[in-house]
C-alpha cells in the first residue's frame, strides 16, 4: 500500500533538490529514475546525493 502523500513529503524535505514527489512518483533528479518509496528507509538509503544537493538546483 502506497504511503500517505504527506508522509512522502515529510521524508524528502531534506532533499529538496534531489527528489520530487507528484502523489504517486517519486524522482531522483540526480539519478534521472524512479525511487522506490513504500517506507522512509528507502528514501534516507537513497541519500547518495549529500554532496550533489548542494551543486544542483540553483
Ligand atoms: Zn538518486
Known amino acids: 500500500m502506497a504511503p500517505a502523500k504527506k508522509s512522502v513529503q515529510s521524508w524528502i524535505q531534506d532533499y529538496p533538490n534531489v527528489f520530487s514527489y507528484d502523489g504517486s512518483v517519486l ?15 528507502q528514501v534516507d538509503q537513497h541519500d547518495i546525493h549529500k554532496d550533489v544537493k548542494l551543486t544542483i538546483g540553483t
Open 27 to 41: 524522482f531522483c533528479s540526480v539519478c534521472e529514475k524512479v525511487v522506490q518509496c513504500t517506507k522512509k528507509f
